[in-house]
């Protein structure tokens, strides 16, 4: 059975792209957007639209009852999360089918056990995934944090149990600074998460973040798409993404891609999925899982030629996937930049302004996913993404050429609108990411 | 009509209003209009709009006097007000604090919680807006005459939807014009 009506629960260039899908699957949308955004791209884009709150995301995109509300009146069969607010929140996921609607994702308590990092750790350890030397669970005091730490080594890592996408972890290179860093991001994460277990883990300097796609029906079919590099990052923030991984051993992609299929099946998920994998010193090690479309998705879209959001529609429908690991086969390479309303000069603070002028490139192979458009005030609320700009090629050099080629004809401009596309384009012609010799500390280190 | 003139000032008059912005403000004003258009004895040769001095300005084949209405007409409208003829209505809108079903009575068939005429005091039921299967009540945030019930019973609306169109009581404190 497929849906009828979807709604889409995000804003911006992921709640269009989403839309896109639905309209080729001839499924209605419906929007949600906050007062912020009544004038905003996706609002458009859709079939309908609701207010469900004012500006502040708290109140409107991370309101379960709003959107909840939004889809039961609209007639929407199914809630797609995107990436972000409640995309990974399980008590949403439940709620969804409390109310009769299909949540576009994994299951509420796959939700529940992937989202607190110290339990995904374990889980996939007993998964027979390699993980880092690091606590068992989580570290709930000062002395089993300086018993643990003995134990673990420097530089260690202490993270957010509820924590990802970057925020709430700390880097600790020396056995003076383990306390305050302990209860320092343990306040974080009180503050930013709710909650404020934390769990540790040996750091590694000189790793590259690579991440695998997988996909999986509720029918007993598992898959992968490949790996996506992801090691270009501004204080674990990921700025250019691409797959496949330049120069990986194909031994190590392919046991990065084995373990994956079997993480994704031992906690029987279902959708699309990423796991996060650190590599180094020739080996890899499991960090953490994704359990929603990702921003990077469209590289990996590039390269195998399926479309993951039609693909995800589908399982949650019900249906078994139609293709089999043999037919997917990669071909070329495709680099994403994330071109980002922020100020260089002034240390990536995020930049919103009325884009007076904006017209993003075209042209062979370049795709850009986006909710700019010319005239429009970027609301200061939200994320500073506001274009992917995503090239394929045959080859990474012809990628890269050609992605310069597209940053530069990308023209975006207003009285205070700054964008990441000047440093874009320097990585782009950097000798280090040029030569795929970039590792995550790339960027923060780089003069 | 002949003539619709839209113009927006730079101060904004309506920053004490409950609107998110003055753009919607407009919106509320040309409905307001548009609602005159519909009654009216028949259609007005020209409207012009003015929001940066608040000032709405109708006027009728057979040149029967400009009519002005909506929004706190501030001092220049007042002197002119008690000319015949002249209908000043002052707005207050009580708008959904959530996306939901509004409700204008307690029950099914029981009476409405207000009817237009009615008065009523802050903090006082206007009605129910249900979200999610839970009766949240919608209070008046500033005690007034009822106007307008503005949605139909069992309508679904948005956040931010004007319900509830309330002529305001001049303040106590006197932070009000009037008294």
């Keep these: ?447 | 009509m002949s003539e619709l003139t839209r113009t927006q000032g730079s101060d904004d008059t309506f920053a004490g209003l409950d609107y998110d912005n003055s753009g919607l403000a407009l919106a509320d004003i040309c409905r307001s209009i548009a609602e005159v258009v519909r009654v009216g004895p028949d259609k007005p040769r020209r409207v012009r709009v003015a929001l940066g001095a608040a000032s709405v300005e109708v006027e009728w084949e057979g040149d029967r006097g400009p009519a002005a209405l909506v929004g706190p007409a501030p001092q220049e409208g007042t002197g002119a007000a008690g000319g015949a003829g002249e209908q000043i209505l002052e707005g207050h809108r009580e708008c959904a604090p959530l996306v939901g079903t509004f409700y204008a009575a307690p029950a099914p068939g029981a009476p409405p919680f207000v009817q237009p005429g009615d008065h009523v005091e802050k903090g006082q039921q206007l009605g129910i807006i249900e979200a999610m299967k839970l009766m949240n009540p919608l209070e008046a945030t500033r005690p007034g005459r009822v106007v307008e019930v503005l949605v139909g019973d069992g309508e679904p609306v948005e956040y931010g939807e004007p319900l509830v169109l309330l002529d305001p009581d001049p303040a106590a404190d006197g932070t009000d014009e009037g008294a």
């Design chain 1, 1 to 447: 059975m497929g849906f009828g009506t979807v709604l889409v629960a995000n804003r911006g260039e992921i709640a269009i792209r989403v839309m896109r899908t639905c309209r080729e699957l001839g499924i209605r949308t419906v929007a949600v957007h906050s007062t912020a955004d009544q004038d905003s791209s996706h609002v458009r884009a859709a079939d309908a639209a609701v207010q469900i709150g004012p500006g502040a995301p708290r109140k409107s995109y991370l309101s379960a009852p709003a959107v909840i509300e939004a889809a039961l009146r609209t007639g929407a069969d199914a809630v797609h999360p995107g990436y972000g607010f409640l995309s990974e929140d399980p008590d949403f996921a439940e709620i969804c089918a409390e109310n009769g609607l299909t949540f576009i994702g994994p299951r509420p308590e796959v939700l529940a056990k992937l989202g607190d990092k110290a339990v995904a750790r374990a889980l996939m350890t007993d998964a027979g995934l390699p993980v880092l030397p690091g606590s068992p669970g989580t570290v709930d005091s000062a002395a089993e944090a300086s018993d643990l730490a003995s134990r673990i080594g420097y530089p260690l890592i202490i993270k957010a149990a509820a924590g990802g996408g970057g925020r709430g972890m700390t880097v600790v290179r020396h056995a003076a600074d383990l306390l305050p860093a302990y209860r320092q991001t343990r306040a974080t994460a009180q503050a930013v998460f709710g909650d404020n277990r934390v769990y540790m883990e040996r750091y590694c300097d000189s790793a590259r973040h690579i991440e695998v796609q997988v996909l999986a029906d509720g029918h007993g079919t598992v898959l992968h798409l490949g790996e996506r590099d992801c090691s270009v990052q501004r204080r674990h923030q990921k700025l250019v993404e691409e797959s496949p991984g330049p120069g990986l051993h194909p031994q190590l992609r392919s046991a990065m891609a084995r373990a994956a299929v079997r993480g994704a099946r031992a906690i029987g998920y279902t959708g699309a999925g990423t796991f996060e994998f650190l590599v180094h010193d020739e080996g890899f090690s499991f960090m953490e899982m994704n359990c929603r479309i990702q921003v990077e998705h469209p590289v990996t879209e590039a390269v195998y030629g399926v479309d993951l959001v039609r693909e995800q529609i589908r399982v949650a429908s019900g249906e078994a996937l139609r293709m089999t690991q043999e037919d997917l086969v990669p071909r070329g390479v495709a680099v994403e930049c994330r071109v980002n309303a922020e100020d260089p000069a002034r240390d990536f603070a995020p930049a919103p302004g009325t884009l007076e002028e904006f017209v993003p490139p075209g042209g062979p192979f370049v795709r850009v996913d986006t909710h700019g458009r010319a005239g429009w005030k970027v609301p200061p609320q939200y994320d500073s993404l506001l274009a992917k700009v995503v090239c394929w090629a045959p080859e990474r050099d012809e990628a890269l050429d050609r992605m310069d080629r597209a940053l530069a004809e990308f023209r975006i401009a207003g009285p205070g609108v700054h964008t990441t596309i000047p440093l874009l384009r320097e990585i782009v012609a950097d000798p280090v990411f040029r030569a795929g010799r970039h590792i995550t500390s790339f960027l923060d280190t780089r003069d």
